[in-house]
């Protein structure tokens, strides 16, 4: 069974650093790629970041959304069966429930993910 657990929200002060993680389990997910989303209250869910698979090369459509790009950098450890979402210099703007995802076809693309961590609650407050 596929299962995504996710870790590494909490609150932090604007200016502030959060390292998220993704961990597969009861699959090795190295050929998967790993898209990170987020939801604030009352908005639509915002996908931020797709790595494509083994190696997160550009050419399988590895992206960063322009909206958070220069601030936030996603990364894979596949040894590890773990994704990874850094998130810098956060603004309030960036609080929200994060969430991961997977999908086997390795490619970041339009297909949709079948595979959700559970969120983790991001705030960023003084």
């Known amino acids: 069974q596929v299962q995504l657990a996710e870790s590494g929200g909490g609150l932090v002060q604007p200016g502030g650093s959060l390292r998220l993680s993704c961990q597969g389990l009861?699959?090795?997910?190295?050929?998967?790629?790993f898209g990170w989303f987020r939801q604030a209250p009352g908005k639509e869910r915002e996908e931020i970041s797709c790595?494509?698979?083994?190696?997160?090369?550009?050419?399988?459509?590895?992206f960063v959304a322009a909206s958070v790009k220069g601030r936030f950098t996603h990364s894979r450890d596949n040894a590890k069966n773990t994704a990874y979402l850094q998130l810098n210099r956060l603004k309030p703007e960036d609080t929200a429930v994060y969430y991961c995802?997977?999908?086997?076809?390795?490619?970041?693309?339009?297909?949709?993910?079948?595979?959700w961590g559970q969120g983790t609650q991001v705030t960023v407050s003084s």
């Open positions: 009861g699959f090795s997910p190295g050929f998967y790629a």
């Open positions: 790595i494509s698979g083994f190696d997160g090369s550009p050419a399988q459509g590895t």
């Open positions: 995802a997977a999908k086997s076809s390795g490619v970041c693309d339009e297909r949709e993910y079948p595979y």
